[in-house]
């Protein structure tokens, strides 16, 4: 079924053995600066960045473009997914550095934060309903930037089109949160298939370019 939304990238970056952060969570810089610039030079070809709650929680991240990397870049629109809307007032996020929006669920309680804030679903945010209300907003082009949970999501979903994954020369193990969360295939029908485009060197690790089934 043909559905008008954004197009989707997802972007991440693992461990040689798939994982995206340190046992029991903390943060683990992965990306090299070479990673880094193209990072920051995706962030300013898109509409909008979408990262989850706990994403916001653990790591407080701006979601801007450094002029590091990419001088003069207008900052592309925040968009945080809370289905119980959790996130702190002071979080980075909600600075005027860019405009943000929240999708969270019809009972999320009532709150006054520097945000447009869209309601969608009830218990946990429904993707398809937000992806929408983005369009609709003039969104064209999304980039998914995590947790494990959320690109889990889009990808069971069926709602990414494209994924690059920098895969960094380095070993985490043991049961460090992997790209993709969620409750993973258990039959073989179930396994998410991709088609990779590109597999090039960069920095001290392997960028791969993947195409997606995403409902376009």
């Not at 929680?57 to 001088?71: A, G, Q």
């Not at 029908?189 to 990779?196: A, F, I, N, P």
Request: glycine share 10%; net charge neutral.
């Amino acid at each position: 079924m043909y559905m008008i939304r954004p197009k989707v990238i997802i972007n991440a970056a693992m461990s040689a053995d798939g994982k995206i952060a340190l046992v029991g969570g903390k943060r683990i810089r992965i990306s090299d600066d070479a990673d880094f610039k193209r990072v920051h030079e995706l962030r300013a070809s898109v509409d909008a960045i979408l990262v989850g709650i706990n994403t916001v929680l653990m790591d407080n991240p701006k979601l801007t473009v450094k002029e590091k990397y990419v001088p003069d870049a207008k900052n592309p629109v925040r968009v945080v997914l809370d289905s119980h809307l959790r996130i702190p007032a002071e979080a980075r996020v909600l600075n005027d550095a860019a405009p943000t929006i929240i999708g969270t669920t019809v009972e999320a309680p009532e709150r006054s934060l520097n945000a447009e804030i869209i309601r969608c679903g009830h218990g946990r945010v429904e993707l398809k309903c937000l992806l929408r209300e983005l369009y609709a907003r003039g969104i064209r082009k999304l980039m998914v930037e995590g947790g494990s949970e959320v690109i889990y999501s889009f990808l069971s979903e069926h709602l990414a089109d494209e994924m690059y994954i920098f895969v960094g020369s380095m070993i985490i193990g043991g049961s460090a949160p992997t790209l993709a969360g969620g409750t993973g295939a258990r039959e073989e029908e179930e396994v998410l298939r991709m088609k990779l485009l590109s597999c090039e060197p960069l920095g001290y690790g392997v960028l791969l370019h993947y195409a997606l089934g995403g409902l376009r």
